[in-house]
């Protein structure tokens, strides 16, 4: 979550000339509300659902960056869907450098409020297993926008 699919996504699309498409922005058009709202109006589980359904669907396009949501491969459906359609590119942070987004992410990420850093830091631990299926790690710590763009074309270009 908030590692920088949806900024640099974007600007992988411009570099490869591709379409770009995320999720959460589809999921956001569907209902008509924020993240936030979709989550307290009609819950977690509604919006995983739709998240699926538009995944299922953008997935299989071709020419096409899609930056998923942060929990989006927290469904298998979803995993082996990404894996057998598309190349999946893992953006990997320590906590170190992740936990200093928090304070930017939290008023528009649902499961990071009213949570404590110890709650916090062990959704981030738990998620690591599910992030480890992917086609390329770009582990982007120290890297800027551009600089992990880079990185991510050079991975696709040896592929
Ligand atoms: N390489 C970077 N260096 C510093 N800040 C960054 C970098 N990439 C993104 N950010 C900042 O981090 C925040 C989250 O970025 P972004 O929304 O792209 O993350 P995300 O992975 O798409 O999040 P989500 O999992 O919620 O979809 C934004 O404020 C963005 O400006
Ligand atoms: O990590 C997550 O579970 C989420 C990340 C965001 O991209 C949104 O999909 C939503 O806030 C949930
Ligand atoms: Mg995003």
Request: one cysteine or more.
């Amino acid at each position: 979550m908030g590692v920088g699919k949806t900024t640099i996504g974007q600007e992988l699309a411009r570099k490869l000339q591709y379409g770009f498409i995320d999720t959460d922005a589809e999921i956001e058009v569907k209902y008509g509300m924020k993240t936030v709202d979709i989550f307290s109006i009609y819950g977690e589980k509604d919006f995983r659902k739709t998240e699926r359904e538009i995944v299922m669907e953008t997935c299989q396009m071709e020419g096409k960056v899609i930056s998923l949501g942060g929990g989006a491969f927290k469904q298998e459906e979803i995993r082996q869907a990404c894996l057998e359609h598309g190349i999946v590119v893992f953006l990997d942070m320590t906590w170190e450098f992740w936990k200093e987004r928090i304070s930017i992410l939290s008023p528009t990420r649902p499961l990071l409020q009213e949570k404590s850093l110890d709650d916090i830091e062990k959704l981030f631990n738990d998620r690591q297993a599910i992030y480890q299926d992917h086609h390329i790690r770009v582990q982007i710590d120290n890297l800027g926008v551009d600089q992990a763009v880079e990185a991510i074309y050079d991975e696709l270009k040896l592929r």
